[in-house]
C-alpha cells in the first residue's frame, strides 16, 4: 500500500501498477472497510484501476489523521473480506442500427452471431467508472473480442451504446462523442439522477448482458417511459 498527497483535500492509495482483478479486489475490500469507519469528514472515496482516492473536507480532519488511519489496516486481510456485490442484468439489442461496428469482427474470423454469443451472458467486472459519470470499464472480455479503437471516432454516439475498445467492453450513459466500436444498444437509462440510485453500478459489481429483439427494446422503452420497467439485479458474496 502506497499513500500519496496530491491534493490539499485528496489522498490516494495505491495498490498495484496494473489492472487485475486482485487489485480490484483489495481496492473494493478497502473503499467498504473505510466506510465502516464512518471517519467524520471524508466526503468521496473514487475508484480506479489501481487506487482509491479519499476526497475530505479539511475543516473536519486532515491528511495526516487519514494516512495514520491507512497505516493501521492489515492490507493482507483486505483479500479474505468477503464483500457483497451485484449482478446486473442490462438487456442489449445488438447489430444494425443499435450495433453498426459488430460486422467488424469479420476481421477477428467471428460471425455477426458468434460475436452476440460471445459477448452476452457472461459476468463482466466493473473495475471503475470513468471518462463520463456512470461510464464503466469492464474486464473479462473474450481475448477473441479485443478489437482496436477506431481509427477515426464518431462525433455522436448515442446513450446506451455498448462497445469495445481494446480489451475492454463498457457501455456509454450520455450522447457523446467516442471511439470504440459498436457491438448493440440498451433503452436502460444507465445514469438518471432522477432514480433512488443515481447510477445502477459501481466498482466491484459484476454485469451481464442479456440479448433482446428491437420489438422488445421498444417495449422496454415504453415501461420504462410508464414508470414500470425493473432493472434485474441478483446480490451475492457476504460479510
Not at 501498477?17 to 478497502?30: G, H, Q, T, W
Amino acid at each position: 500500500m502506497e499513500i500519496r498527497q496530491f491534493a490539499e483535500n485528496a489522498l490516494t492509495i495505491y495498490m498495484g501498477d496494473e489492472i487485475d482483478e486482485k487489485i480490484n479486489r483489495k481496492l473494493v475490500a478497502l473503499r467498504h472497510h473505510i466506510e465502516g469507519m464512518e471517519v467524520d469528514g471524508i466526503n468521496e472515496i473514487v475508484l480506479s484501476y489501481t487506487s482509491l482516492i479519499i476526497y475530505f473536507d479539511i475543516f473536519r480532519t486532515d491528511a495526516g489523521t487519514l494516512e495514520a488511519m491507512m497505516e493501521s489496516i492489515d492490507e493482507a486481510a483486505l483479500l479474505e473480506e468477503e464483500i457483497e456485490y451485484r449482478v446486473i442484468e442490462i438487456p442489449v439489442c445488438y447489430g444494425g442500427e443499435y450495433g453498426p461496428d459488430i460486422g467488424n469482427f469479420e476481421e477477428n474470423g467471428l460471425s455477426e452471431q458468434e460475436v452476440i454469443d460471445m459477448h452476452a451472458d457472461k459476468e463482466y467486472l466493473v473495475y471503475m467508472l470513468g471518462f463520463m459519470p456512470g461510464f464503466p470499464y469492464l474486464g473479462g472480455l473474450d481475448e477473441k473480442l479485443h478489437k482496436p479503437r477506431l481509427e477515426t471516432p464518431r462525433v455522436r454516439i448515442p446513450a446506451g451504446s455498448v462497445g469495445i475498445g481494446g480489451r475492454q467492453t463498457g457501455m456509454y450513459p450520455f450522447e457523446s462523442p467516442g471511439g470504440w466500436n459498436l457491438l448493440g444498444r440498451t433503452p436502460v437509462p444507465l445514469f438518471d439522477p432522477g432514480r433512488e440510485e443515481t447510477i445502477l453500478y459501481a466498482a466491484g459489481d459484476r454485469i451481464i448482458y442479456r440479448p433482446i429483439d428491437e420489438d422488445e427494446y421498444k417495449r422496454i422503452e415504453e415501461e420504462i417511459a410508464s414508470g414500470e420497467y425493473e432493472v434485474k439485479y441478483e446480490v451475492k458474496g457476504g460479510g
